[in-house]
């Protein structure tokens, strides 16, 4: 008795609803609802507010149980990582089988809303985001290839397409649009990342690029996927999708990018030298300005259709959206 | 056998049993939550559907049936309308002939 009773006694801290918040990988979250809403905004046609709302709702709760199902997975690996150790499995706060079922129920909850809220297109592209990233991502390619996060980020790049499936029941060009903005996005946003963060990946045996090809390759891979972004940010003024406002911003915003991921490739960063952690500055701007990229974006997108002043270019190729 | 027994009436601390008793709570209220958002969509559909219904079917102007000589009838063969003042086209033709 006294063992076990001292045991629970001896337990200063007790999982709060923060933590549970904290399971759902929060940041993640708002960025995830924020691009899916930025879909549905985007998309033609008008969806009744309520519906619109738990439509949104349920991608949140899906990323939610997404998160969850991901710390369930990488328990041994979040312990290993000094930035990972502080969440809510590996500092003992939540039983892994907590985090599993409330993983799990929470998939069902939120594709069910779906499916009830919208269609059952949505419902089907929302189920297998969540399949994506908890299986496909983070069981087989997170810990067996240095292109996990590539193949891996189209579980993020779904959200725009579900928002705009949502809201019409299709999923045209336009939306395989908002797909591939995102998922052309994520590997220079998260090879910034891990520019930083190698030493720990390497420790936790996760085959991250610059863990097995290095910084200097993993400079050159993000000013790659950089320059790609250009070209593929624009590509909505030509569909109509975008309109003047939308084209400036993302010229503007995929030259700033740009910039940034050259300075990245110019510098240093990453490498194992005193002038190699000085220039992880460089990585440090670059992710950071990569979420401001993606956030202003999408927001200038929406505000164009949801504000009503969007104008179409006269760079419109005609057929294609 | 007395461990066992000591497992099973396990005592809580005061945090822990306020902190269970709050998590109950919250689940709770998330499944009462649930159950609103499931019904309220429901209501909202029901009457997309309903006004979609209600605007494909236009009841400002109904099916009208005629009999052969022109006078308005319902779907049982009843006269409801005006009787023609004049037979059809086809009639008067047989009438000359």
């Known amino acids: ?321 | 056998m007395s461990d066992v027994n000591a497992a099973e009436t396990l005592k809580l601390t005061p945090a822990q049993e306020k902190a269970r008793k709050k998590r109950g709570l919250l689940l709770a209220l998330a499944l009462f939550s649930f159950v609103v958002l499931v019904f309220v969509i429901t209501l909202v559909r029901l009457g997309e559907n309903a006004a979609a219904v209600s605007k494909s079917r236009d009841f400002s102007n109904p099916v009208k049936y005629f009999a052969d000589d022109g006078t308005e009838i319902d779907a049982n063969g009843e006269v409801i309308g005006p009787v023609a003042l004049e037979a059809p086209e086809a009639d008067k033709e047989e009438t000359s002939k």
């Open chain 1, 1 to 321: 008795m006294s063992d076990i009773a001292n045991t629970f006694e001896d337990e200063t801290r007790i999982a709060s609803f923060g933590d549970y918040v904290q399971l759902m990988k929060p940041r993640v979250m708002m960025l995830v609802v924020f691009t899916a809403f930025a879909g549905l905004i985007a998309a033609p046609g008008s969806m009744n507010w309520v519906t619109a709302s738990a439509a949104v709702l349920a991608v949140a709760l899906a990323s939610g149980a997404a998160g969850a199902l991901n710390m369930w997975y990488d328990h041994d690996i979040d312990a290993i990582m000094e930035r990972t150790v502080v969440r809510p499995i590996p500092s003992g706060l939540i039983p892994r089988d907590e985090a599993l079922g409330l993983g799990l129920i929470m998939s069902f909850v939120s594709v069910t809303i779906m499916a009830l809220a919208s269609n059952p297109l949505a419902a089907g592209i929302l189920a297998f985001s969540i399949f994506f990233y908890a299986v496909i991502y983070t069981v087989w390619l997170k810990r067996s290839t240095s292109q996990n996060i590539v193949i891996g980020g189209a579980a993020g790049a779904f959200p725009p397409m579900i928002g705009w499936a949502a809201a019409t029941g299709e999923a045209p060009l336009n939306a395989w649009l908002l797909f591939a903005i995102i998922f052309f996005w994520t590997p220079p946003h998260f090879w910034a990342l891990s520019l930083w963060t190698s030493k720990e990946y390497g420790k936790a045996g996760v085959p991250m690029l610059p863990v097995t090809h290095g910084a200097k390759n993993t400079r050159l891979q993000i000013l790659l996927y950089s320059i790609l972004m250009l070209p593929i940010g624009l590509l909505p003024v030509a569909t109509g999708l975008g309109g003047y406002v939308y084209a400036i911003a993302a010229l503007g915003l995929g030259l700033w990018f740009l910039w940034a991921a050259i300075r990245v490739y110019a510098s240093k960063a990453g490498d194992d030298t005193d002038i190699g952690q000085a220039d992880l500055k460089h990585a440090k701007k670059l992710f950071g300005i990569s979420i401001v990229y993606l956030f202003s974006l999408f927001a200038v997108l929406a505000a164009e259709q949801g504000l009503g002043f969007h104008f179409a270019t006269p760079f419109v190729i005609g057929g294609l959206a």
